[in-house]
C-alpha cells in the first residue's frame, strides 16, 4: 500500500517551455502532498506543501508564480514549471502521506533538463 | 524553524560491520523521526520511524534510538551487506496540521564485501 506514481519520468526540453509534472496517491486518498527539489548529491529541499481544494503554501524563496501547484483532488497534485531557464534543471519528487501524523510517501522523481 | 544536522556525511564500513548515523534537531516540539534510505536516482523509501513516545525502535538489522533530552535520534545498522550502499536521510517534524519534514543533509553509506 501507499504507492505514489510520479510522471514524466525524465523531461528535456528547450529554455522557454512550461513543464508539467503529475503526483497521483495510486491506493490511497492525500489530502496533503508535498513538492521537493533534489540537486546532485545533496538533500531534499521542501519547495511547498499541496493542499486539497485550497491554495499552495509555498516555502521561502520559492517563486509561486514560477512554480504553479494544483492539487484538484484527493489522489492528484500537479507542479508546473512555467518558461523554465536552464537554472531550473534539477530533481523534482513528490510526495504524499494518508494523514497529519502519518509517514511520507514518495514518488519516483522527474529529471528536468532544459536546454 | 526546524533544523536537523546529520553526521557523518560519508561511511565507509566493512560487510559485516555495523554502521551508525546520528542526527540531531533544534525544535523541542518536533514528535515525529522518520529515516529515508535513497539509492542513486530513485525514490527515497522510507525504512523506519520513531514517534516521541518511545526510545528505541527495532525492524531486523535497523533500529532507531530517540533522546528527547539531548534532541538527538540515531540509526543502526547491523551486520551490513553490499546491498545497504545508498545515502541515508534523517528528517524530522511536529506532526500535526499540514507539518512538515525538515530533512538532514543526508549520509552516503558504502558498505565493501
Known amino acids: 500500500g501507499a504507492v505514489v506514481s510520479q510522471h514524466p519520468s525524465r523531461v528535456i526540453c528547450k529554455s522557454g517551455t512550461s513543464v508539467k509534472i503529475e503526483c497521483r496517491s495510486l491506493d490511497f486518498q492525500a489530502t496533503t502532498m508535498f513538492w521537493y527539489r533534489q540537486f546532485p548529491k545533496q538533500s531534499l529541499m521542501l519547495m511547498a506543501t499541496s493542499n486539497e481544494g485550497s491554495k499552495a503554501t509555498y516555502e521561502q524563496g520559492v517563486e509561486k508564480d514560477k512554480f504553479l501547484i494544483n492539487h484538484a483532488s484527493l489522489t492528484l497534485s500537479t507542479l508546473t514549471v512555467t518558461s523554465a531557464h536552464p537554472e531550473d534543471s534539477s530533481f523534482y519528487i513528490c510526495s504524499a502521506r494518508l494523514g497529519a501524523n502519518q509517514p511520507q510517501h514518495f514518488g519516483d522523481g522527474t529529471r528536468l533538463s532544459i536546454l | 524553524g526546524e533544523n536537523v544536522e546529520q553526521h557523518p556525511s560519508t561511511l565507509s564500513v566493512q560487510e559485516g560491520d555495523s554502521a551508525v548515523i546520528k542526527c540531531t534537531y533544534s525544535?523541542?516540539?518536533?514528535?515525529?523521526f522518520p529515516w529515508y534510505k535513497q539509492e542513486l536516482g530513485k525514490r527515497p523509501q522510507l525504512i523506519i520511524d520513531i514517534r516521541s513516545n518511545v526510545g528505541e525502535k527495532k525492524d531486523q538489522r535497523i533500529a532507531v534510538t530517540l533522546n528527547k533530552t539531548a534532541k538527538h535520534f540515531s540509526l543502526h545498522i547491523t551486520e551490513t551487506q553490499p546491498e545497504d550502499s545508498a545515502v541515508y536521510f534523517c528528517?524530522?517534524?511536529?506532526?500535526?496540521?499540514?507539518?512538515?519534514?525538515?530533512f538532514g543533509k543526508g549520509t552516503m553509506l558504502l558498505v565493501s564485501p
Open positions: 528528517a524530522a517534524s511536529n506532526a500535526g496540521g499540514y507539518s512538515t519534514l525538515t
Open positions: 525544535d523541542s516540539a518536533s514528535n515525529y
